[in-house]
């Protein structure tokens, strides 16, 4: 065989082909090569405790890290984390770089290690709209006053007093329901909620036009609170600004009707009352900001948990038609499954055992937050794993939740795992340190939920309203739930709903 020699023009076609592909190669490998360099530059910058290593995981690209990824996936980049990596692990999404806990024991060290190792921490848009001064966006002495003062309108015998307007809101809610026939759950129960939440924290009435309204200034803010803070026009966070004015307007508005009794058609002690009887102070231009700022962080707070809550109650209980009629024979049990205007009380809610542990399991399963965020203020030891200082922890809630080695068939609706919880009706909170932190859909220690006891009692009369007015029919029964930003069918549960047949 004879050896071609290669001529003068093909030598410079082979040096271009072997740069193309140089080009090519190197292109490729630089996603790669930016990973890699950026993960070192992040690791070897983060303070470590006794040279104890940062947890598995990775870090993404230079600035924007993994959130790109995580904005696609939502919930299943967590899942797939997990998995991988176990219950501690890094990565970095929103701006900073992260470590996601799941786990009794973890969250345990988190949430009791409040302004000492960690202290509140969420993105500048959320602190930009609720303002410096809310319980949410507050810390150490400031924080603590704030809860002081607003506790007791959310303690027990204060929230006895609210059971009326509630139950009365919720009646009126489900006969405009039972008029529409298909309704969409997550919209309807949003615009009850942000109803019951304004008349007892506030006071506020509100007619079917400016319910639509306000709801919609509500939700632009909402949506505003995880985004760019970018204030021009065609940008959510704008959008969020604009909403937050309009609230912020008619909040102070109300607070100053009143503050002179002029407006007072309430027949209880609205929330708002009991705090201003708390702070002993008067209402001055001066204090008018903060005490609205205080107002629009507890509605803001409280109106996407409830509303994400019970539409899972209406999601749940159309799926399991049997935890439903067991619902019901409890009712029956105790006199209350007639509608005709049984009045509540918190001693007959209480003796609804079983409809308890049907929320606690509801809560188990699909709690309205997903997760806490704190940002790290001193180095510290988690397992075997260094916790740098100044990063983001994320405590996670629903994974802990769903731990099956803590709960059998955890992915399950099953009220009945409740049966030997020591668990008092009247509290989600437990004697047993171990089940405190696998069970905290309000979190706990010093930033534990501070409506929580608000919240269960809008669930318990909702469940109460509901199982004893009406029959309904998921439209999709299989509708994908995401997690993100609260708990809600992708969908919005459509249901058919109509009036309970009462049978002889
Ligand atoms: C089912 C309904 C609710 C759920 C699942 C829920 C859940 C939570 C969770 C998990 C936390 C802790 C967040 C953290 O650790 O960073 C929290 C805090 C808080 N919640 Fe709720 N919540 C609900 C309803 C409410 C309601 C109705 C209100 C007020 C009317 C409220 C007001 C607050 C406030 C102000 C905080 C901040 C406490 C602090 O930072 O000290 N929540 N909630």
Redesign the pocket.
Known sequence: MTKRKLSHGEVPVLMVICVIFFVILLLLSLPYAMKFIWQVIVTTTSARHESLPLPPGTLGYPLIGETLEFLKKGSLFYQERQRKYGNIYKTHILGAPTIRVIGADNLKTI?MGENTIVT?SWPKSAKLLLGSR???QSSGKI?KTS?RH?MPA?SQHAVEEYIPIIQSDIRNQIEIWLEEDRVLGFIECRKMTMSI?CKV?LGFDFDEGEKGKYNKMFLDFMDALMTLPVNVPGFGFHKGMKAREGLMAEIKEQLLRLSLQEGKTSSFKT?FEHYMDSVEEEITLDTLDTIAEGAL???S??FS??S??LTSLMMVLGKHQHVLHNVRAELDQHGLLEPENVDLTLRCLNELTYNFKVLKEL?RLY???GA???KVLKTFKLGNYSIPKDWTVM?S?RETQRDPQVYDEAEEFRPDRWNNSSIHPGTLTSKCETEKFNF?????????????E???L??RIFLVELARNCDWTLLNEDAEVRYIPVTHPVDFLPVQIRRRMIQN
């Open positions: 949430l509140q809310a319980i949410t924080h809860r607003v959310f939440a924290l929330a962080d507890l509605i707070s409280g948990t409830v994400s809550a809560l709690p309205p937050a806490g965020f704190r405590y809630i905290a859909p309000f979190g706990g220690g010093r930033r534990s939920c501070v409506g929580f608000f919240a269960m809008v669930l």
